[in-house]
């Protein structure tokens, strides 16, 4: 049984950062894609960044050179640490692992507002 559970989500100014993490449950952490992804209200969930096992990134267009994503196998957490961060970026970020893109077992999302 597989279970992510995030967190480090909230209120931030514009121009903030906050680091999330995702802790994973199981055994395969080490040999699974990890992602994160994000959903504001009205909108579609958005993949935001992805590490493969072997540690290769993906960014998407809208987060590059603001965000970055991490993993530390021994200890079963990916990260995502957001720079930057703009009004925009408001949104319900969820991390999931497995398949391409990361998509077989997802948490249950951590709130990310930013508001002067």
């Known amino acids: 049984q597989v279970q992510l559970v995030e967190s480090g989500g909230g209120l931030v100014q514009p121009g903030g950062s906050l680091r999330l993490s995702c802790v994973a449950s199981?055994?395969?952490?080490?040999?699974?894609?990890m992602g994160w992804y994000r959903q504001a209200p009205g909108s579609e969930r958005e993949l935001v960044a992805t590490i493969t096992v072997g540690g290769g990134k993906t960014y998407a267009d809208s987060v590059k050179g603001r965000f970055t994503i991490s993993r530390d196998n021994a200890k079963k957490t990916v990260y995502l640490q957001m720079n930057g961060l703009q009004p925009a970026d408001t949104a319900v970020y969820f991390c999931?692992?497995?398949?391409?893109?990361?998509?077989?077992?997802w948490g249950q999302g951590t709130q990310v507002t930013v508001s002067s």
């Open positions: 999931a692992m497995g398949d391409w893109p990361p998509s077989r077992h």
């Open positions: 199981g055994s395969i952490f080490g040999y699974s894609v």
